[in-house]
């Protein structure tokens, strides 16, 4: 009894002693931390004396202010970079004694031939020069380098990058017109700059985290976490930690633009910066359509409707069984054009699936099965992409669609502009598109749009305009057969109203309408510059 008392009272004295080097550490702990911390703040506030010195410099030399737009894959051709160009062009415009910059990570190109591309891509060509700061390691914000924890390694990535773009040239105005969020605090508060956002996708949304918090499989939410509940927990934890990060980053920013009401809400969510925020949609290029003349195509379709009527007058049975009160869908095959990447957040399956589910309400008799078919058009960016669609076309196999359905990949513009003109009904089933360039192309065209019941097209794009509908929107199997089927009994002048509504709509998302948007959201910005 003795011997255990005594080793009890030596394990008291270990502790007590424990706690006495513990407490005898914390002063000198507290002075450490109080001299790193004054180290790091006069480290930091070098480096913006430093910065601030050089672009004293930069602006004396040049004579004026200059903006810088950091656009890592400026060469890719996509929506994303046709607001860069129509971004540059109309500010080149407004202001013509500033200079602009682009960072950009594109290798093995001049800046002759990334401004021989926008003008052959998009038909815009800059009033004035523009000058490239080509970054070097723009592998940091790859998705592909980091095969876990992609948010974060992309975001610390953009970082890095971001400093190299700031050291290489220091702005007045700093402009993220890709979604790089974290770059933001860099160029403000190292750099001393002014800096505006254009958000074309949240890099994390509320939506996001509700589907790892409900362990719903998708394709950002792989099967393996989604089955198991402590995976699924961890990283709802890590979504929302980085959702708090992402806020704070973005709530840097002076002036934000978002492209549609869908990321609007988002942003609003997670950057909390109501007074700073607003919509700016995508310039989309419709153009290219509105040489399509929608009067004479139906004209057409209802000069045979009125032979057709006649010969029921007639007495024309077999007409008659024909007509069978289906508005005229029978005269010809009725083409279902799909347009977007074969990507996995694009959802070809649901298309397929909704597609068999149509053919079975139809049957096989005149405006059945043999007169409709479904054109899947897209991209394919690598072997990833080509496998998915080989995928695609197994499932066709599968459902015994492939007669019916065909795949044109990588098709050139005359050849996609010639499909959608043609065709009777424009499909989307992306689900939260944040905008929905395709499906405002489709509406241009002529096509009669089908979208998914979300997002960009839901909030923004298939909305009733000046009284009238513009398209459908749908959400499941059930819901796209029903809907297609809908479109289908549709008498041709009932198709033509909503196809020229459509068209008058989408003027909202002309260049003019970007141009005069964007200026009124950074007049506040670069008048400040003009000083």
Not at 130 to 154: C, I, K, M, N
Not at 213 to 223: L, S, T, Y
Not at 236 to 242: A, K, L, S, T
Request: aromatic share 10%.
């Amino acid at each position: 009894m003795a011997g255990h008392d005594h080793h009890h009272h030596h394990l008291s004295l270990c502790f007590c002693d424990l706690m006495r080097l513990l407490w005898s550490l914390v002063v000198p702990c507290a002075y450490l931390s109080l001299a790193l911390t004054l180290v790091l703040l006069l480290l930091l506030l070098g480096v913006r004396m430093w910065l601030h010195g050089r672009r004293k410099a930069r602006r004396a030399q040049l004579g004026g202010p200059a903006v810088a737009f950091f656009h890592p894959y400026c060469n890719a051709g996509g929506g994303g970079e046709r607001v860069l160009w129509c971004s540059l062009r109309t500010l080149m415009h407004r202001y013509p004694s500033t200079s602009f910059v682009v960072y950009t990570g594109d290798q093995g190109v001049t800046g002759e031939q990334i401004l021989e591309g926008a003008q052959q891509r998009f038909n815009i060509t800059l009033p004035r020069p523009v000058t490239f700061v080509f970054l070097r390691h723009r592998v940091l914000v790859e998705a592909g380098s980091y095969p876990h924890f992609t948010l974060l390694g992309q975001s610390a990535g953009s970082m890095f990058l971001g400093w190299e773009a700031l050291t290489a040239f220091v702005p007045d105005l700093y402009v993220d017109s890709m979604g790089y969020a974290f770059t933001l605090p860099i160029f403000r508060y190292l750099g001393g700059c002014k800096v505006a956002s254009y958000v074309h996708y949240p890099t994390v949304s509320t939506d996001m985290l509700s589907v790892v918090r409900e362990r719903n499989p998708r394709f950002n939410n792989a099967d393996f976490i989604s089955r198991n509940p402590m995976l699924s927990a961890v990283k709802v934890v890590y979504y929302c930690c980085f959702a708090l990060l992402y806020g704070l980053a973005g709530s840097c920013s002076d002036v934000i633009m978002v492209n549609s009401t869908w990321t609007l809400g988002h942003i609003l969510a997670l950057w909390r910066s109501p007074s700073r925020t607003s919509v700016v949609y995508p310039p989309c290029d419709v153009r290219a359509f509105l040489d399509v003349q929608l009067e004479e195509e139906e004209e057409d379709d209802e000069m045979e409707e009125g032979w057709e009527e006649l010969g029921r007058e007639l007495g024309s049975g077999e007409e008659e069984e024909e007509g069978g009160g289906r508005g005229g869908e029978h005269r010809k095959c009725h083409t279902i054009v799909s347009v977007g990447q074969f990507r996995p957040e694009k959802d070809h399956c649901l298309q397929i699936r909704a597609f068999r589910k149509l053919l079975d309400r139809r049957g096989e008799g005149p405006g059945g099965r043999e007169s409709l078919r479904l054109v899947l058009i897209g991209g394919c960016r690598n072997q990833e992409d080509e496998e998915r669609v080989l995928m695609l076309r197994g499932l066709c196999q599968q459902l015994d669609v492939s007669d019916r359905i065909d795949f044109k990949l990588n098709v050139p513009f005359e050849e996609l502009k010639r499909e959608l003109v043609d065709a009777t009904i424009g499909l989307h089933t992306m689900w939260n598109e944040h905008f929905g360039i395709g499906v405002v192309e489709c509406m241009a065209a002529g096509t009669i749009v089908l979208a998914h019941k979300s997002g960009g097209p839901k909030l923004d794009i298939v909305v009733p305009y000046e009284g009238g509908e513009t398209g459908f929107l749908a959400d499941s199997e059930d819901s796209y057969a029903a809907a297609m089927e809908t479109i289908l009994l549709l008498s041709p002048s009932a198709r033509l109203e909503m196809r020229r509504n459509a068209r008058r709509s989408v003027e909202r998302f002309s260049d003019q309408e970007f141009e005069a948007c964007f200026l009124a959201a950074m007049e506040s910005l670069m008048s400040k510059l003009e000083r």
